[in-house]
């Protein structure tokens, strides 16, 4: 589906750093020891508690630190031509921080938008013996899963005018508040997946902040202070009936958890 997020990918320093994180508030494992990509990245995958893999961990270098790459999580959205995608995301004031590069899992390409915020962009090819398969990392209502898409930005129209144009989104409802600006939210081929959120956090610059879900929001809470995360404002409810906190994991990636009360 065009535009549906595919994936997620963490970029750390240190994965097993941030292993009890994710372990305590999400049920993932990561591996101890990453494999080898064709440009030499040290990579994992990241496994769900229900044998499934909820994203992938790209290790930062000492190189990629040094260049500005800050620890955070990128999401991959699908798109049917790779090339056409980065030359429009190039002539709509976008950047391309890696070309169309083709491996075996599809033709992929990172890119930033007009205001700074990266995240990639991607056409998959399923494995040969499941030529079938779709992706399940988004999967709303699920523990262990992506329920929700945010980008933070300084100038939500511009940033709307970008990603519908080039990922085929509608962005025709949003919810005021005040002085700030329009939360704008998203939907790919009738799929509401996120937001356009039109103020920056003071813990946060202008990069995508994906919602993990969880069974017990309070229980994730605890975990997540309890394993070298830092929490930021209190659990609250949001439109729809679920509840939501925010936190940086101990590297220093924002992430947000979103849930039902537990018992």
């Not at 372990?23 to 044998?51: C, F, H, K, V």
């Not at 994203?55 to 798109?79: C, E, Q, R, S």
């Not at 003071?202 to 975990?223: R, S, T």
Request: glycine share 14%; hydrophobic share 40%.
């Amino acid at each position: 589906m065009a535009g549906r997020p595919i994936w997620y990918e963490l970029m750390t320093p240190d994965p097993a750093a941030v292993a009890p994180f994710y372990r305590a508030t999400l049920g993932w494992e990561i591996p101890s020891e990453g494999m080898t990509m064709p440009n030499g990245a040290d990579y994992r995958m990241i496994q769900r508690a229900d044998g499934g893999n909820a994203g992938g961990i790209l290790k930062l270098t000492d190189a990629m630190v040094n260049g500005g790459a800050p620890p955070g999580w990128l999401p991959y959205f699908h798109v049917p031509d790779v090339p056409a995608a980065v030359k429009q995301a190039e002539g709509a004031g976008g950047k391309a921080w890696m070309g169309p590069t083709t491996l075996p899992q599809g033709t992929m390409a990172m890119l930033a938008d007009p205001q700074g915020a990266p995240f990639y962009v991607m056409d998959p090819v399923p494995p040969p013996d499941r030529p079938d398969a779709k992706s399940d990392v988004f999967q709303p209502n699920t523990p262990g899963h992506a329920w929700w898409n945010e980008v933070q930005t300084g100038d939500e129209p511009a940033t709307n005018a970008f990603y519908t144009a080039l990922l085929g989104w509608t962005a025709e409802d949003g919810m005021p508040m005040g002085d700030k600006g329009v939360y704008r939210f998203v939907e790919a081929e009738g799929e509401r997946i996120g937001a356009i959120n039109p103020w920056l956090p003071e813990w946060m610059g202008k990069a995508w902040l994906p919602y993990f879900g969880v069974a017990d929001i309070q229980a994730a809470k605890d975990a997540a202070s309890a394993n070298g995360g830092k929490v930021h404002g209190d659990i609250h409810q949001v439109p729809g009936g679920s509840f939501i906190f925010a936190a940086t994991d101990p590297a220093g990636a924002p992430v947000a958890f979103v849930g039902e009360k537990g018992p």
